[in-house]
């Protein structure tokens, strides 16, 4: 099946937009298959799409970094961290060495209930552990061995206060 003219416009104007195929084919009222059969077809139609594609990927990376951008020059009184943190991946995604987080940090006071020593089973970080050697007697006070437990001191609390920093 051949694709007319108007069809490869259209699918070209939406892979500037969107920088995917599937917006091309979508655009062009296409099938994706449909559209990787003529690109592998048509030399020419190939070295479009491409040069549609990186200007897509290069749009997309623009309005990112617009986003972002006014974020930082116009912070809103609440920020949408969903859209904050899509546009700082596009921007990761398509701007060679961009590099961009979203952080956020959460503060509790703690109230302490009880300390019990618990015993550790993770034996990777021995320096942190504590053995406790007890001697074994019999009735007469006869030595009968010596019983080694490692254990790990812990002190469990509650949240007594939560508060949220950073959004």
Known sequence: MRISHDQKEQALAGMRLLGTKKAGALAAGLTIEALNAEIK?????RKRVNEALTFG???LADNA???ITNYALHPPAKTDRNQLTAA???ANAFIPGFRGTVQGKIDHDIR???GVPRPNYQIEAPRKMKTIKTIIKDQDGNYLGTKSETVEDVIEGEIVEQSSVGG
């Open 88 to 90: 700082i991946a596009l």
């Open 57 to 59: 990927k290069s749009n």
């Open 41 to 45: 077809k048509s030399a020419v139609f």
């Open 65 to 67: 970094l617009e986003i």
């Open 112 to 114: 302490v209930i009880t």
